[in-house]
Protein backbone atom coordinates (compact mmCIF):
# COMPACT_ATOMS: atom_id res chain seq x y z
CA UNK A 1 0.00 0.00 0.00
CA UNK A 2 2.62 2.39 0.90
CA UNK A 3 4.16 1.71 -2.38
CA UNK A 4 0.89 2.75 -4.17
CA UNK A 5 0.41 6.26 -2.27
CA UNK A 6 4.19 7.22 -3.17
CA UNK A 7 2.99 6.79 -6.81
CA UNK A 8 0.07 8.14 -6.49
CA UNK A 9 1.61 11.28 -4.60
CA UNK A 10 3.64 12.12 -7.79
CA UNK A 11 0.92 11.52 -9.96
CA UNK A 12 -1.15 13.79 -8.17
CA UNK A 13 1.37 16.67 -7.86
CA UNK A 14 2.28 16.56 -11.72
CA UNK A 15 -1.74 16.96 -12.58
CA UNK A 16 -0.88 20.68 -10.56
CA UNK A 17 2.27 21.21 -11.34
CA UNK A 18 1.55 20.39 -15.31
CA UNK A 19 -1.24 21.96 -15.13
CA UNK A 20 -3.50 19.02 -16.96
CA UNK A 21 -5.66 16.32 -16.49
CA UNK A 22 -5.50 12.68 -18.06
CA UNK A 23 -8.03 12.77 -20.60
CA UNK A 24 -8.51 8.70 -19.80
CA UNK A 25 -9.77 10.10 -16.39
CA UNK A 26 -12.90 11.68 -18.53
CA UNK A 27 -13.94 8.64 -20.15
CA UNK A 28 -16.83 7.12 -18.76
CA UNK A 29 -17.47 3.23 -19.08
CA UNK A 30 -21.12 2.56 -19.24
CA UNK A 31 -22.71 -0.76 -18.78
CA UNK A 32 -26.21 -1.34 -20.16
CA UNK A 33 -27.68 -4.28 -18.60
CA UNK A 34 -31.26 -5.50 -19.11
CA UNK A 35 -33.68 -5.40 -16.46
CA UNK A 36 -34.61 -8.71 -14.97
CA UNK A 37 -37.62 -10.20 -15.82
CA UNK A 38 -38.79 -7.82 -18.89
CA UNK A 39 -40.21 -9.07 -22.06
CA UNK A 40 -39.73 -6.61 -24.57
CA UNK A 41 -36.16 -5.97 -24.55
CA UNK A 42 -37.28 -3.23 -27.82
CA UNK A 43 -38.34 -0.65 -25.42
CA UNK A 44 -35.26 1.70 -23.72
CA UNK A 45 -37.08 1.64 -20.33
CA UNK A 46 -35.63 -1.78 -19.53
CA UNK A 47 -32.49 -1.61 -19.65
CA UNK A 48 -30.36 0.00 -16.82
CA UNK A 49 -27.21 1.94 -17.14
CA UNK A 50 -24.22 1.59 -14.88
CA UNK A 51 -21.22 4.18 -15.14
CA UNK A 52 -18.06 3.31 -14.70
CA UNK A 53 -14.89 5.70 -13.73
CA UNK A 54 -11.42 5.06 -13.39
CA UNK A 55 -10.40 4.91 -9.42
CA UNK A 56 -7.51 7.07 -9.85
CA UNK A 57 -9.62 10.71 -10.26
CA UNK A 58 -11.99 9.74 -7.89
CA UNK A 59 -8.80 9.80 -5.02
CA UNK A 60 -7.54 12.71 -6.46
CA UNK A 61 -11.22 14.45 -6.31
CA UNK A 62 -11.40 13.43 -2.69
CA UNK A 63 -8.45 14.98 -1.67
CA UNK A 64 -9.08 18.46 -3.61
CA UNK A 65 -12.73 18.67 -1.87
CA UNK A 66 -10.87 17.88 1.33
CA UNK A 67 -8.89 20.96 0.52
CA UNK A 68 -11.12 23.05 -0.54
CA UNK A 69 -13.93 22.24 2.15
CA UNK A 70 -12.13 24.33 4.75
CA UNK A 71 -11.84 27.66 2.98
CA UNK A 72 -15.40 26.89 1.70
CA UNK A 73 -16.79 26.63 5.37
CA UNK A 74 -14.52 29.32 6.50
CA UNK A 75 -16.09 31.66 4.12
CA UNK A 76 -19.32 30.77 4.06
CA UNK A 77 -19.09 30.03 0.25
CA UNK A 78 -21.95 26.82 0.39
CA UNK A 79 -25.74 27.74 1.87
CA UNK A 80 -26.28 26.15 5.12
CA UNK A 81 -29.03 23.97 3.73
CA UNK A 82 -26.60 22.06 1.66
CA UNK A 83 -25.50 18.91 3.55
CA UNK A 84 -23.69 16.91 1.21
CA UNK A 85 -19.69 17.50 0.28
CA UNK A 86 -19.79 19.19 3.88
CA UNK A 87 -17.29 18.18 6.74
CA UNK A 88 -19.60 16.91 9.39
CA UNK A 89 -22.82 16.73 7.32
CA UNK A 90 -24.17 13.59 6.31
CA UNK A 91 -27.62 12.03 5.64
CA UNK A 92 -28.81 11.39 9.11
CA UNK A 93 -28.23 15.19 9.41
CA UNK A 94 -29.97 16.33 6.65
CA UNK A 95 -33.02 13.70 7.92
CA UNK A 96 -33.23 15.20 11.32
CA UNK A 97 -33.32 18.86 9.66
CA UNK A 98 -36.47 17.74 7.61
CA UNK A 99 -37.93 15.94 10.26
CA UNK A 100 -37.34 19.31 12.14
CA UNK A 101 -39.23 21.31 9.72
CA UNK A 102 -42.27 18.75 9.21
CA UNK A 103 -43.02 18.82 12.94
CA UNK A 104 -42.09 22.54 13.59
CA UNK A 105 -44.96 23.09 10.55
CA UNK A 106 -47.17 20.44 12.28
CA UNK A 107 -47.00 22.18 15.81
CA UNK A 108 -48.09 25.45 14.13
CA UNK A 109 -51.04 23.63 12.73
CA UNK A 110 -50.21 23.84 9.31
CA UNK A 111 -49.67 21.09 6.69
CA UNK A 112 -46.39 19.97 5.59
CA UNK A 113 -45.52 18.72 2.19
CA UNK A 114 -42.20 17.28 0.93
CA UNK A 115 -40.40 16.99 -2.46
CA UNK A 116 -37.89 14.89 -2.94
CA UNK A 117 -35.71 14.93 -6.56
CA UNK A 118 -32.78 12.81 -7.35
CA UNK A 119 -30.88 14.63 -9.33
CA UNK A 120 -28.56 12.98 -11.40
CA UNK A 121 -25.58 14.14 -13.44
CA UNK A 122 -26.08 17.82 -11.72
CA UNK A 123 -22.46 18.66 -12.48
CA UNK A 124 -22.78 17.68 -16.44
CA UNK A 125 -25.83 20.46 -16.14
CA UNK A 126 -24.00 23.04 -15.03
CA UNK A 127 -22.40 26.32 -16.45
CA UNK A 128 -18.85 25.59 -16.31
CA UNK A 129 -17.73 28.71 -16.98
CA UNK A 130 -19.65 30.38 -14.36
CA UNK A 131 -18.91 27.64 -11.82
CA UNK A 132 -15.06 28.62 -12.33
CA UNK A 133 -16.06 32.61 -12.58
CA UNK A 134 -17.44 31.65 -9.18
CA UNK A 135 -14.79 30.06 -7.81
CA UNK A 136 -12.53 32.96 -8.59
CA UNK A 137 -14.68 35.40 -7.01
CA UNK A 138 -14.16 33.86 -3.53
CA UNK A 139 -10.75 33.78 -4.20
CA UNK A 140 -10.18 29.88 -4.86
CA UNK A 141 -6.58 28.99 -5.57
CA UNK A 142 -6.28 29.05 -9.61
CA UNK A 143 -4.80 25.71 -9.43
CA UNK A 144 -8.39 24.09 -8.26
CA UNK A 145 -10.36 26.57 -10.52
CA UNK A 146 -8.16 25.53 -13.45
CA UNK A 147 -8.61 21.55 -12.47
CA UNK A 148 -12.18 22.21 -12.30
CA UNK A 149 -11.84 23.58 -15.60
CA UNK A 150 -9.89 19.96 -17.23
CA UNK A 151 -12.42 17.82 -15.01
CA UNK A 152 -15.29 20.03 -16.81
CA UNK A 153 -14.21 19.50 -20.16
CA UNK A 154 -14.57 16.66 -22.76
CA UNK A 155 -16.41 13.67 -20.64
CA UNK A 156 -17.08 11.22 -22.94
CA UNK A 157 -18.52 7.29 -22.35
CA UNK A 158 -18.70 3.93 -24.19
CA UNK A 159 -21.35 1.88 -24.32
CA UNK A 160 -21.13 -2.20 -23.53
CA UNK A 161 -24.65 -3.98 -24.36
CA UNK A 162 -23.29 -8.22 -24.28
CA UNK A 163 -20.23 -7.73 -26.51
CA UNK A 164 -20.71 -4.74 -27.89
CA UNK A 165 -18.65 -1.81 -27.18
CA UNK A 166 -19.16 1.53 -28.89
CA UNK A 167 -16.69 3.97 -30.11
CA UNK A 168 -16.25 7.23 -27.45
CA UNK A 169 -19.48 9.03 -27.49
CA UNK A 170 -18.79 12.59 -26.43
CA UNK A 171 -21.06 13.94 -24.08
CA UNK A 172 -22.58 17.62 -24.21
CA UNK A 173 -23.20 19.61 -21.58
CA UNK A 174 -26.67 20.90 -21.35
CA UNK A 175 -26.12 24.04 -20.31
CA UNK A 176 -22.22 24.62 -21.55
CA UNK A 177 -21.67 28.10 -22.42
CA UNK A 178 -25.18 28.90 -20.93
CA UNK A 179 -26.99 27.80 -24.17
CA UNK A 180 -28.95 24.51 -24.73
CA UNK A 181 -27.91 21.83 -26.96
Keep these: MDALVDHLFFIYRAIFELNT????WLELFTLVLRKIEK???NVAKVYHPIGLIDALPKGFSALC???????AEKHSMLPQSQFRGRPGHNITDTMLLVMHHIKDTWRSKKVAAALFLNVQGVFLNMVKEQLIHNMRMRCVPKC???LADHMLSGFSTRLQFDNYVSDSIPWIMALHKGTTH
Design 21 to 24: YHPH
Design 39 to 41: TDY
Design 65 to 71: AKQISFP
Design 144 to 146: FTD
